[in-house]
């Protein structure tokens, strides 16, 4: 007799790192495609991808999906374990948690009596060449715990590659499998769900073992038979023995244990004695509501309250809520600023809680984008966090829940272009030169020909056309586990009974084996604590502003619509506001012209790749100026539009859209959502195209508009913005940009000390700084502290953390020793402050000693004698402050010119605050009839001009057509640079490599946005080369 | 003439590379650290610099600034084999030359007592500089009176490729107005004293001693000694290191007879011999000559088994040489070359312990069947790691006998017997199949090959192993089984 259905129970996915080779989604959908009624995915000491072959099984119904895992254990053998029950699935979590917590990341072990007491519930196939059974001279021993443990629940697994070598392993096992009366199961393992992937897997083991192809021997596998077989080919294989291939089904029909079954409950805070989670929840939050309206709440906003908390109860997400708002209760009482981000905006118990800063009913934002009943999935809040107090909030975390209870979601790195094409390219033995030149021509989309071809490699090359192939094919394949920025799974029942705790790669980190998308689809619910330097520089500015002017200032108490921070925000004078400081912010801005808090979410939602390749912005910035008449494609869309002057800018409106015009049910819009927010996986977003469109164009709207509305939904897939999200942000610019409007010292101090961060380098900061009028005055041993300060005056003073190279540790012991008394001359802090020789000279260097020892009429000495006499005490090394004099009497050395005052400036301390590089330069400039940046900016519409400046940054979006924009910095402000493709590609020596560039172009004029239109670069002749500036580059 | 001069070749490495490849001439070329991408870049030509490469960059970034650039690397060892070369050809102009320890592609030339042989100062500087030229290199000379201030005149680059110092005073007016960064200092000195604004011999001059020596250590002291002429700097010449050669002419009796031919070349080697023990240095090949009465030269390789100062040794080799590959002709002139390494001090010991296996002996044996047989004639098979059975052993030369280790004695295998290549059969075979097929499969990203192999009993009781080869479609014979 011979059998036609059989189970696949040994199966790795690519969650095998660097062993397997399909997606789980892609072995369930073979399955189901060959007739394989179940299977079961058992990769290497995990569970990461049973949540995606879960889901997907689901979706089909008729295969059934075993979650198992192939375990490591410490005598080096392998056993693979299944999961029958709960139970046996809470075994296998906790088993797999111990194997990993015990080992290096990315590594497990575990000895056979921890298998055996994690044995109830889970079924064990036990064989291969890998296993005990087969490896161990006496394997006895271990199969008499074995059996006692697992019972009939043990099996002997037979597997058949077609290879010469299993006969004598066949014979063997069978033997053994008598002796201890184990019943034989036959099942291969499958490492690919088609033989076309078998290069591939080739091409992962070589990246595992860091080989080429040609020298990997016997590392790879000798043939390309562990595909997933139909029921036909594997009855053929097991032909003599069709018991064995039956079994599997018996082995299937045991373990009937399904995801669903999880049944996950949210951690309770400690309540206060007699009050339910929901009654805590209503009170927290009406006292909320009392303090953030102190006149009374308005009767609108007290409706959705309670719309709200009956909907939460509910839905039993109270203690979700209340872990938030403790977190923020901490936040608050360590004086660590923290905000709400994302959908939570929409909720008011969020604001009221103060978990959120935007009034969402003030806001008419749209709260079932944040909690919906037929959505029935748990809420997402991330919680912003000043980035440099986050770790505070993480370990708090894990004190109140334990780290039993509390584990970070991981974070799965996958294949990107350019780690695809080295990887591949070096297992396929191309140099690496050459994939290093390829990589660098790469974007973030998939890996064309002309790639190589513009790298100098020839697709017509064998080696090269596979690079091409494999090298794609290879994109989005997991290449190893990674931390999520701040996302924490909590839960009531220890977080290792769900799901694998391992370890991270920093320290005191534990990481779970499921990503954020593995929580969403099971409905768990996870906490995201998120690093934001702005709020850094927020909590900074706001200290310094109470400590210098007396003055006490909350987030929540900064003047709304205060016209000033609107003034400058029109005119562009943006450097260092969050959110609105870029190139592309920069000069939408003086368009847009923002006067509201409403205008700043569009200000910062606008300049995004959805409404960009939407081509959505022009028509909204026409409309808004009156250009253009304010109309809809259809009426049913005006209540959806009206907000955005009959143009969609945000997620929600796009959803809306597709429920409105396209007659989507919501479950069908929160899909679009999810397929929206899962951009990497190509396609997803495509098969909305046709269903959009043609119901659009059914209910008579235009094709055009319908085409340009998906074109938005697939850009957001790259980066949209919902209006929650835009509104948080947008608070935190309008918070920045108030401060650099009224305690510019304030603001430039804090956002020095929160570097890095922001777009800008902190020579730019400091430059538009001082055009501002602020007296920033340069680093000194005598009173610069570690960090910037300001000085009664409210003069900047620059910190020692600008000294290149210099230790936070060795400054701090110099302040220490002033502190104590103050030094007295260089001898006397090479003595007291113990500094290294490189530190002393790094400081003179730096003109940070300058003033110590000020020469004739207190006028500062050259650093060059600095220099010198530190050099030299450094070297004495003698303990005794009369042995400190140098044996010679000093040289003269000539005095530093201002170039090179501001040179060394640049080079000690990546910046100046004696000048810019180009102010000495000036008149040399000028005689060359080149103009400052401040004339370009008066200049007509048209004019043609030639101007030469510092590459402060260049960017070549990927919406832009292979434009690139740089901004050119001078002493007296930018020059925004356009350069089209032809002259970039003729001049991209000068372009990508020159510091200090000149530019002769057309000047484009709208209004105050001024653009100089590249007609040709050139390399400025001037008598010294200036400094180096900082320049961010981006895509 | 009691005149010394400096000749400095710029850039040296990097003329070692264009003079190495030619072709690169015209083009952006660069001496790289390492051949990688992560490679630093050394040396660059002008055409490179014009293209935004500089010394410092990494390989893979020069060449994102130019897809033209060729790059490689120059190791010491060419370094040093070039120097030696150049002050070979020197040699010719003075028997004193002193290649300079500090700075690869510096030479100091002693010029006292060649009055007679060149007119002037002046063209014995054109003299050196046309010698250098003959070699392939470009130079800059200055004939001067110390070391350090031709050094620093031949070293100031600038239009002016040869400079003839008139006297002292005005080679020491020179010599100060050098920039420093053109000294070879060592980076540390050269960066610092850039820093202070020190940029040229007479700014470094005027520099206080005890202050240079107290933060700078003695070689700065040192240096600004001699800068000032307050210390005294001698050419140290290097003596030419003679290759020990030997050559014996046979114009009146042409001799074709391998015997007296050996006994001929005996009386030869004992000299060479002699040599190299004075030398403390051990023969490790003999390369040897034969010109030939109207027919090619012929050449031969000779290595003893290992570097040895024993004549009987070779005249083993040479003598299983010759009879394995006599003379095509009469032999009209014998020229030998010895190579040598430095002798070990074993080599040299009269009451060296002989073990009971004796395994130099195992090398003579091995290196006279080398002599007889050819270099390659010698091999031990080894595994391999590869699928198919042929990638599963190689063959490589054997250098020495290892000594045995038997394994105990165990159970009865069965043998598989290959053949070198695998056979061609006509049809599929006939007889019992035992098992199979077994597919191994591979090298899809080069040639690709899929086989599925059978054992296959024939009715002669024989058992083949065979396959199917996919890809040509038909039946091979791998081997038997015993």
Redesign the interface.
């Known amino acids: 007799m011979s059998s036609t259905r059989y189970a696949a129970l040994t199966c790795k996915s690519h969650f095998s790192f660097l062993e397997g080779a399909s997606h789980p989604d892609e072995l369930v959908l073979a399955a189901h495609e060959l007739g394989v009624p179940a299977i079961a995915l058992t990769d290497r000491d995990g569970v990461y991808g049973v949540v995606r072959a879960h889901s997907r099984a689901r979706e089909f119904g008729g295969v059934h999906f075993i979650v198992g895992a192939e375990m490591s254990v410490d005598d080096g053998t392998r056993v693979f374990l299944l999961a029958q029950d709960r139970e046996g699935y809470r075994n296998l979590c906790r088993l797999v948690t111990k194997g990993r917590l015990r080992s290096p990341k990315g590594e497990s072990e575990v000895s056979w009596d921890e298998v055996a007491a994690h044995a109830p519930g889970l079924l064990a196939l036990w064989g291969g060449e890998r296993s005990a059974l087969l490896g161990e001279p006496d394997p006895a021993p271990i199969a008499g715990t074995l059996r006692d443990a697992f019972g009939d629940r043990l099996y002997a697994l037979l597997a058949r590659h ?3 070598e299993e ?1 004598p392993s066949e014979r063997l096992l069978r033997a053994r499998a008598a002796r201890y009366g184990l019943p034989l199961v036959a099942s291969n393992e499958v490492l690919y769900h088609t033989r076309a992937r ?2 591939l897997q ?1 091409v992962l083991t070589c990246i595992r073992h860091g080989v080429t ?2 020298n990997a ?4 596998k ?4 562990h595909d997933l077989k139909s029921p036909v080919a594997m009855a053929a294989l097991f032909a003599d023995d069709p018991a064995a291939l039956e079994r599997t089904l018996e082995v299937a029909a045991r373990c009937t244990f399904s995801l669903a079954e999880i049944r996950y409950r949210y951690p309770l805070e400690k309540l206060p004695k007699g009050m339910t989670s929901t009654e805590w929840l209503r009170h927290l939050t009406y006292e909320g509501a009392k303090a953030r309206y102190p006149n009374g709440v308005p009767k609108r906003t007290q409706a959705q309250i309670e719309k709200e908390l009956a909907l939460i109860e509910e839905l039993d997400y109270g203690g979700y809520f209340l872990t938030m708002h403790e977190i923020v209760r901490f936040c608050e009482d360590q004086g660590i600023l923290c905000q709400g981000r994302g959908s939570a905006a929409n909720s008011v118990v969020c604001y009221c809680l103060r978990i959120t800063a935007v009034d969402p009913v003030r806001m008419e934002l749209l709260f079932e984008r944040f909690l919906s009943r037929e959505r029935a999935e748990p809420p997402d809040i991330d919680l912003d966090i000043e980035h440099e107090r986050r770790e505070e909030v993480i370990q708090d975390v894990y004190r109140r829940h334990g780290r039993t209870h509390a584990a970070m979601v991981a974070n799965v790195i996958r294949y990107r272009p350019r780690s695809a094409v080295r990887d591949v390219g070096k297992a ?1 033995g191309i140099e ?2 050459a ?3 390829l990589a ?1 021509v790469l974007g973030y989309s998939e890996i064309r020909r002309e790639d190589l071809v513009q790298a ?1 490699l020839d697709p017509r090359v ?2 090269h056309e ?1 690079l091409l192939v494999l090298a794609n094919e290879i994109l989005e394949h997991p290449r190893h586990l990674s931390i999520h920025p701040g996302g924490f799974l909590l839960g009531d029942e220890p977080v290792h009974d769900l799901v694998p705790i391992e370890n991270g790669a920093m320290e005191d980190r534990t990481v779970i084996q499921w990503d954020k998308y593995d929580i969403e689809e099971l409905g768990l619910f996870k906490v995201d604590l998120l690093g934001l330097g702005a709020l850094t520089l927020i909590d900074r500015a706001l200290r310094l502003v109470e400590r210098h002017r007396g003055e006490s200032i909350e987030m929540a108490t900064i003047p709304p619509d205060d016209p000033p921070t609107y003034q400058m925000c029109c005119n562009a004078d943006t450097v260092g506001v969050f959110q609105i400081e870029s190139r592309a912010q920069m000069s939408m801005l003086p368009r847009l012209r923002p006067r509201t808090f409403y205008d700043l979410v569009v200000q910062v939602s606008i300049v995004r790749p959805g409404p960009i390749t939407g081509g959505m912005v022009h028509p909204y910035l026409r409309r808004r100026n009156g250009e253009e008449v304010v109309t809809y494609p259809h009426e049913s869309l005006r209540p959806v539009l009206a907000k955005t002057l009959g143009v969609p800018l945000f997620q929600e409106q796009v959803m809306k859209l597709a429920v409105v015009a396209a007659d989507y049910t919501p479950g069908e819009a929160d899909q679009l959502r999810r397929d929206m927010a899962a951009w990497r996986s190509k396609g997803r977003i495509e098969k909305h195209h046709e269903r959009l469109v043609s119901r659009m164009v059914e209910k008579g709207i235009a094709r055009e508009f319908a085409d340009a509305v998906f074109e938005q939904i697939r850009g957001f897939g790259e980066y949209g913005f919902p209006e929650s999200h835009a509104a948080s942000f947008a608070l935190i610019a309008y918070v920045t940009a108030y401060l650099k409007c009224h305690y510019l010292p304030e603001f430039t101090c804090a956002i020095l000390n929160a570097q890095p961060m922001g777009f800008y380098s902190p020579a730019t900061i400091v430059e538009d700084a001082k055009r501002h009028g602020l007296v920033v005055r340069p680093i000194e041993v005598a009173s610069s502290g570690w960090d910037c300060s300001l000085e009664p005056d409210l003069s900047l003073r620059m910190g020692l953390r600008y000294v290149k190279g210099l230790a936070e540790g060795d400054a701090l012991r110099l302040i220490e020793a002033r502190e104590a008394r103050p030094f007295d001359g260089t001898g006397d802090l090479v003595r007291r402050a113990r500094l290294a020789r490189d530190d002393l000279e790094r400081l003179a ?1 730096a003109g940070a000693l300058d003033a110590l020892e000020a020469g004739a009429g207190g006028a500062p000495r050259s650093r ?1 004698d600095a ?2 006499q530190v ?2 005490l450094a ?2 090394h003698v303990p005794d402050a009369l042995a400190l004099e ?6 003269a ?2 005095p530093l010119a201002p170039f090179d005052t501001i040179l060394w400036d640049y080079r000690s301390s990546a910046h100046s605050t004696r000048g810019h590089p180009l102010e000495p330069l000036r008149d040399e400039l000028r005689a060359k009839g080149l103009p400052d940046a401040r004339a370009v900016a008066s200049m007509p519409n048209g004019k043609r001009v030639r101007f030469a400046g510092l590459v402060i940054c260049r960017q070549r979006p990927e919406t832009a057509s292979g434009v690139v924009f740089m901004t050119l910095e001078d002493e007296t402000g930018f020059v925004n640079v356009v350069l089209w493709s032809k002259v970039f590609d003729r001049d991209q ?1 000068l372009a ?2 020159k510091s200090f560039l000149g530019v002769t172009g057309r000047l484009q004029v709208e209004g105050t946005v001024v653009h100089l239109v590249a007609e040709e670069l050139w390399e400025p002749e001037t008598s010294r080369m200036p400094a180096r500036t900082e320049s961010h580059d981006f895509r | 003439m009691d005149r010394l001069a400096c000749a400095d070749l710029p850039a040296f490495p990097l003329q070692i590379l264009l003079a190495r490849e030619e072709t690169w001439r015209g083009l952006p070329a660069a001496v790289v650290e390492e ?3 992560q490679g630093r870049v050394l040396w660059v030509n002008e055409r490179a610099r014009r ?2 490469v500089l010394p410092g960059h990494r ?2 970034h020069a ?5 033209e650039l060729r790059a490689g690397v120059v190791s010491p060892g060419e370094i040093d084999r070039t120097s030696k070369r150049i002050a070979d050809a020197l040699r010719a102009l003075t028997p004193n030359v002193e290649p300079y320890a500090g700075d690869a592609g510096a030479f100091f030339l002693d010029g006292s007592g060649l009055s007679g042989l060149f007119p002037s100062a002046s063209a014995w500087g054109k003299a050196i500089r046309a010698s250098l030229a003959r070699e392939g290199f470009a130079s800059a000379v200055a004939v001067g009176f110390t070391r350090f201030g031709a050094y620093a005149v031949a070293k100031r680059g600038g239009k002016k490729r040869l400079v003839v110092l008139r006297d002292a005073e005005a080679e020491r007016r020179a010599a100060r107005t050098v920039p420093l960064d053109r000294l070879g200092l060592a980076p540390e000195l050269r960066d ?1 004293l850039a ?4 940029r040229t011999v007479g700014d470094y001059a ?6 240079l020596a ?2 700078f250590g003695e070689d700065a002291s040192r240096l600004h000694a001699i800068a000032t002429g307050a210390l005294w700097d001698p050419l140290r010449p290097e003596a030419p290191e003679e290759p020990l050669e030997a050559r014996i002419v046979l114009d009146d009796h042409p001799e074709g007879d391998s015997s007296r031919l050996l006994f001929i070349l005996k009386s030869a080697l004992g000299p060479l011999f002699e040599g190299l023990a004075a030398r403390g240095e051990a023969l490790a090949a003999l390369a040897m000559e034969l010109v030939l009465e109207r027919v090619p030269s012929q050449s031969h390789w000779i290595e003893p088994a290992e570097p040895t100062l024993d004549p009987g040794v070779l005249l083993r080799l040479l003598h299983l040489r010759l009879e394995s590959s006599p003379p095509r002709a009469a032999v009209r002139e014998v020229r030998l070359r010895a190579v040598s390494v430095r002798a070990r001090a074993e080599q040299l010991d009269l009451f060296h312990r002989m073990q009971r296996r004796d395994p130099r002996a195992a090398a003579e044996a091995i290196a006279q069947l080398r002599a007889d047989l050819g270099n390659d004639a010698v091999q031990r098979a080894v595994l ?4 198919l059975p042929e990638a599963q052993f190689g063959w490589e030369p054997l250098a020495s006998v290892p000594a045995p280790k038997p394994r105990p004695a165990e159970e009865r295998v069965l043998v598989r017997r290959l053949h070198a290549r695998p056979l061609p059969l006509g049809e599929e075979p006939r007889g019992t199949p035992e ?8 090298g ?3 040639n690709e090959v899929v086989r599925e ?1 059978a054992f296959v009993e024939t009715d002669e009781g024989a058992c083949l192993w065979l396959y199917f080869d996919r890809r040509r479609g038909r039946w091979f014979l791998q081997g038997v089984v015993e």
């Open positions: 077609r290879r010469a006969v078998r290069p080739d192809l040609s021997g016997r590392r790879t000798p043939n390309a038979e396929l690496e030169v994939l290093d030149r660098k100098g064998r080696e596979l260097e060059r220099l010198w050099r030299g070297r004495a140098p044996i010679d009497a000093a040289p050395f000539a020596l990508r490599t | 051949d990688r991408a293209a935004g390989y893979a060449l994102s600034l130019t897809a610092f820093k202070l604004g020190v005027a520099l206080p001693p005890g202050g107290l933060r391999r790691d590869g699928h098992g199979g097929p077994y597919v191994v499969s591979g899809w990203w080069r192999y």
